[in-house]
Structure formats: structure tokens, C-alpha cells
């Protein structure tokens, strides 16, 4: 990938190496990090060098009679006005210098006290446009962006303090060919999706690889998200159980089995903490009503936990699991959480996955068997 502002914006921070540079980089980090407890050879999951990123967010600079996509700049408190963006999907690409066009030909109504958009694409062209006011957005607002929606074949949503305006939808459906079937995913604006749906496919299928050795059992999931991974792996298990401590993202997963004609699956809304003291019987929840776990027998459990890694009690809860697949985006926290479970399991597995080309973050996961 070129780009202009390689240097000087502070989005892509390994722009001065190449691209397997890069990888060479960020494999040798991960297989020190986890050579306490895994020998063999990592297998790396490269992604797309350009056009790789669904979600997207840019500051709106305005200088003189004119705003401008922002973004932080290499320097400390330095700000970078881009003319271009190629780590973007086409369907943002093909739209965001069209949108900044009509919002500095709008300055009354469009532009005025805009600080930031945010893009959220699919593979299949769809896109969702939130604008960022600070402002109240009136009738005059509602009427150019509506007209912006059909200019630019988009979803147009304002935002303001305690207002937010849906023109038409909150959400854009990604279709994923994962594991040799097409799966449906509903996303919605300001809920958590992973950037690269590229790589995010190539996750989905890593997992469904090691779930097709179970025929029979359950499987239990934290973090489950909108079902990103619990739906095509719930093919594989008689029923499954996943947890999420947000409303919109269970709403959306709930939303995600119908589309994809899922019975299988309970979602449950509940952190981390809350599942392992519904499971270890010290706490009943309403939220649980009509769910019996006693007929649930899971053979393996699914995390994808957020930066921080694993909880106390919750690596304590997958220590008893035949099975954990553990899908990671800070492999210093995982290498941590590795020191406390191997204890009772082994590694037989571990890949990396690129979901963030150009700067040092990088996705892995492990596959572990109770010893």
C-alpha cells in the first residue's frame, strides 16, 4: 500500500516497513510470547495491503471556508488533514470524497459545528454514514442529508448531544462465505464488528476447523458479540449458550439466527463475571429464566475477550472445558492467561491474523485440550 501521509498521520504506524516485513515483525513477537507454551510453527493469516478496512472513523478539520478528513498525526497533539485513505473498503472510498464535497457546498446546514464521520461498509457495498454534530439537527439537516442518501446510494445518520437521527437504517448486512457456506450478519452503527472482513473470515474459519472435530456436546461462549463466531460454529454442537454484555450486540445476534435460520443458540445478556456465577449456581438470574443449565454439557468454550484478556473467575470457569478456543487481540494479555491455564490444558494450536495492517496490533488465537 502507498499513501501519501505515510510519516506523518498517525493511523498507520509500521509504514516504513513492507508489508512481509511487517508480518516477519509481528510472528517473531508472537511465537517469544507464546514459546513457554507452544513450539511448533505459527501459521500467519495475512490480509489484503490496501482496501482492507469496513469501519472507519475522521475527524473534521475546518480551516478557513473549507473542512477537511482529519486524523492524529505521528507527533504528539498534531492533527493531519489526509486527501486520501487507501487501508479503506471501495464502498467507503467511492463515497467519502463525494460526501465532503456536498458538506462544503452545504455550510449552513451540513457543515456547520460538524467534528467527525464515522463508515461503516460491507463487502456488498452497503454503507453507513454517522455524522457528528455540535449541534441540534433540525428539519433543514434532515432534508440535504436525505437527499444525500440517494445521491450517494448510502445510510445517512446524524448525531448530536442526546440526539441521533435514523434516516432510514442504524445498520448494514455483511454477507461472509465462511466455512463453504454464506453467512448473514447484521451490524449496527456504534456496536463492536471487526474492521478487516477479509481476515475476520479467515478467524471464522480457523475456528469452524477445530469445532468440526466435535460430532456431539455443547459449547459455551463469552463475548459472543453479534454472533460473529457463534453462528457458523453452532453447526457443530447440539446446542450453544453465549454470553454478551451489550444490549445492541445481543439484539443484533438474536436478529443474526433468524437470518441465518439458526435454532440452536440462547444469548443471554450478562458479563463475564455474571456467567460464571450463573454456571457455578452462586446467583440466579432473571435474565437466565427458562434456560436449564443442567441439560447443558459443553465440551468446549469459545472467548474472544477484549484487550484486558480473561477475568479471574472466568479463566478459573474454562479451566474445567475439554476444549477453548481463544481468540485474542493483545497477545500479552493472552500469554498471561496461557501461565494460569496450563495448568490444566495444552496448546495445539496457534495462528496469527492480521486484521490491522501497518501498525503493531495484531489478532491471534489458540487452540487448547485439557491435559
Same mark, same amino acid.
Request: with cysteine; charged share 30%; glycine share 6%.
Given at each position: ?55 472507519? *472513523? ?6 478557513? *471556508? ?16 489526509? *486527501? ?278 495484531? *489478532? ?8
Amino acid at each position: 500500500m502507498e499513501c501519501k501521509h505515510f510519516g506523518v498521520c498517525g493511523s498507520c504506524t509500521m509504514s516504513p516497513f513492507t508489508y512481509e516485513a511487517q508480518l516477519k515483525r509481528k510472528k517473531k513477537r508472537l511465537q517469544a510470547l507464546l514459546s513457554p507454551f507452544y513450539g511448533d510453527e505459527i501459521v500467519t493469516n495475512a490480509s489484503p495491503t490496501h482496501a482492507y478496512r469496513a469501519r472507519a *472513523e475522521f475527524r473534521i478539520w475546518h480551516e478557513g *471556508e473549507r473542512a477537511f478528513y482529519a486524523m492524529g498525526g505521528v507527533e504528539k497533539k498534531q492533527t493531519v488533514c489526509i *486527501e486520501e485513505c487507501p487501508k479503506v473498503i471501495a464502498p467507503i472510498e467511492k463515497r467519502m470524497w463525494r460526501l465532503l464535497d456536498a458538506i462544503n457546498t452545504s455550510p449552513q446546514v451540513l457543515k456547520s459545528k460538524l467534528f467527525g464521520v464515522e463508515f461503516l461498509a460491507t463487502t456488498t457495498d452497503e454503507c453507513l454514514v454517522t455524522m457528528l454534530y455540535h449541534r441540534k439537527l433540525d428539519a433543514a439537516w434532515e432534508g440535504e442529508a436525505k437527499s444525500l442518501e440517494g445521491l450517494l446510494s448510502c445510510k445517512i445518520m446524524g448525531r448530536s448531544r442526546k440526539q441521533k437521527l435514523v434516516l432510514s437504517d442504524e445498520f448494514v448486512e455483511e454477507r461472509l462465505l465462511v466455512d463453504e457456506r454464506e453467512v448473514r450478519y447484521l451490524q449496527y452503527e456504534g456496536g463492536f464488528t471487526q474492521p478487516n472482513p477479509f481476515v475476520n473470515a479467515k478467524m471464522i474459519d480457523w475456528a469452524c476447523a477445530h469445532a468440526k472435530r466435535f460430532n456431539e456436546g455443547d459449547l459455551l461462549e463469552a463475548y459472543c458479540g453479534l454472533g460473529n463466531f457463534t453462528i457458523p460454529l453452532s453447526r457443530y454442537f447440539d446446542k450453544v449458550l453465549a454470553t454478551e454484555i451489550s444490549k445492541r450486540s445481543i439484539y443484533a445476534a438474536e436478529e443474526n439466527c433468524r437470518r441465518n435460520g439458526v435454532e440452536n443458540i440462547r444469548f443471554v445478556r450478562m458479563a463475564s463475571e455474571e456467567m460464571v456465577q450463573a454456571l457455578r449456581g452462586v446467583r440466579q438470574f432473571r435474565r437466565m429464566q427458562g434456560i436449564d443449565l443442567n441439560k447443558y454439557r459443553f465440551e468446549c468454550a469459545l472467548v474472544d475477550p477484549p484487550r484486558a484478556g480473561l477475568d479471574e473467575a472466568t479463566r478459573a470457569l474454562i479451566a474445567d472445558m475439554p476444549y477453548v478456543i481463544y481468540i485474542s487481540c493483545n497477545p500479552e494479555t493472552l500469554a498471561r492467561d496461557l501461565r494460569y491455564l496450563e495448568k490444566t490444558h495444552k496448546v495445539e494450536d496457534a495462528v496469527m491474523f492480521d486484521q490491522f495492517p501497518y501498525t503493531e496490533h495484531m *489478532e491471534c488465537g489458540v487452540f487448547l485440550k485439557r491435559v
